[in-house]
């Protein structure tokens, strides 16, 4: 984890509680099923509003849900460089 902190996202566990498959959700959400697999391992580099308000729209979800903050192990709270 790097000094600012990690996105993580929660889309496996979204996908396993709503009960679609994989394969229905890329087509639900127009998205090929490789990239699809990208946000489900957190290898996504740069993310696309476009395809979370899709997978937020077809999971019936907000982004807060889709989308977590990790803070950094070393980090204060308030502590400023």
Known sequence: MDRY??????LAALI???GLSKNKLSH???MQRTQL???CSNTVTRLDTD???????VLH???GDLLEFIPPEDAEPGAEE
């Open 37 to 39: 697999n990208h946000y």
């Open 16 to 18: 396993e509680k709503s």
């Open 28 to 30: 639900r959400a127009e």
């Open 61 to 63: 979800c907000g982004i």
């Open 51 to 57: 395809v979370l308000a899709r997978l937020c729209t």
């Open 5 to 10: 902190g990690t996105i993580r996202i929660n």
